[in-house]
């Protein structure tokens, strides 16, 4: 079974930083996409970062492009959004997704989404 546990979301000013992670679970590290979405308040869920091993690049949303960076640490199963300059309108819920095996890259996940998702966590940025 594969298990997600996003943590680290907040109450942050804007310009303020804050960092996630999600525990991984129930697939290998070798073969697999990750990556973080997010759904504000009545507006659809949308696609923030990701990585695919099927092509081993990161793809960023353009709105958050600069200022958010995905990373892994494989020893740890764990995924990283470091989120730097953060605006009101990056106000929403965060959620890890991954999916594994895979034949896409990032930026199909992106658009698509993932199969497997955990709880949100929530990100507030106040103005």
């Known amino acids: 079974d594969v298990q997600l546990q996003a943590s680290g979301g907040g109450l942050v000013q804007a310009g303020g930083s804050l960092r996630l992670s999600c525990v991984a679970s129930?697939?290998?590290?070798?073969?697999?996409?990750i990556g973080w979405f997010r759904q504000a308040p009545g507006k659809e869920r949308e696609g923030v970062s990701a990585f695919s091993t099927a092509d081993g690049n990161k793809y960023y949303a353009d709105s958050v492009k600069g200022r958010f960076t995905i990373s892994s640490d494989n020893a740890k199963n764990t995924v990283y959004l470091q989120m730097n300059n953060l605006k009101p309108e990056d106000t929403a819920v965060y959620y890890c997704?991954?999916?594994?095996?895979?034949?896409?890259?990032?930026?199909?996940?992106?658009?698509?989404?993932?199969?497997?998702w955990g709880k949100g966590t929530q990100v507030t940025v106040s103005s």
């Open positions: 129930g697939f290998t590290f070798d073969d697999y996409a």
């Open positions: 997704a991954a999916e594994s095996p895979v034949w896409h890259s990032g930026s199909w996940f992106l658009t698509y989404g993932m199969d497997h």
